[in-house]
């Protein structure tokens, strides 16, 4: 298993309107197509107006072919429409969990 770990930055003042949104329109589609939601978390200290979020995948060909099928869906390109001005940045990074992490 592998954890997919995205980071975005968001403008400030509009971290709240980008968790909402997030939350209702987003995040059904996701757990349709990506399954295992492991995660979603926002700062509250250090670099602020920044969520994190965590999906599990059995693999890259996994989660190429989940992704896949969630960016050709029209649903997942209008959600995308209505947050990406709040979104400053975003970074997307790999991570092999430990033989001794409770995530597995």
Avoid at 53 to 59: D, I, M, P
Avoid at 62 to 74: E, K, N, Y
Wanted: charged fraction near 25%.
């Amino acid at each position: 298993m592998l954890v997919e770990e995205r980071d975005y930055r968001i403008r400030p003042g509009k971290l709240g309107q980008f968790v909402s949104t997030y939350e209702e329109h987003g995040l059904p589609l996701q757990k349709h197509y990506l399954d295992r939601f492991l995660g979603y978390f926002t700062t509250e200290i250090g670099e602020l107006n920044h969520v994190v979020a965590w999906w599990g995948y059995e693999g890259l060909d996994d989660r190429l072919r989940r992704r896949g099928a969630m960016l050709a869906d029209p649903a997942w390109t209008a959600y995308l429409s209505m947050v990406t001005d709040l979104v400053d940045t975003q970074n997307s990074r790999i991570l092999l969990p430990a033989g001794f992490s409770p995530i597995k």
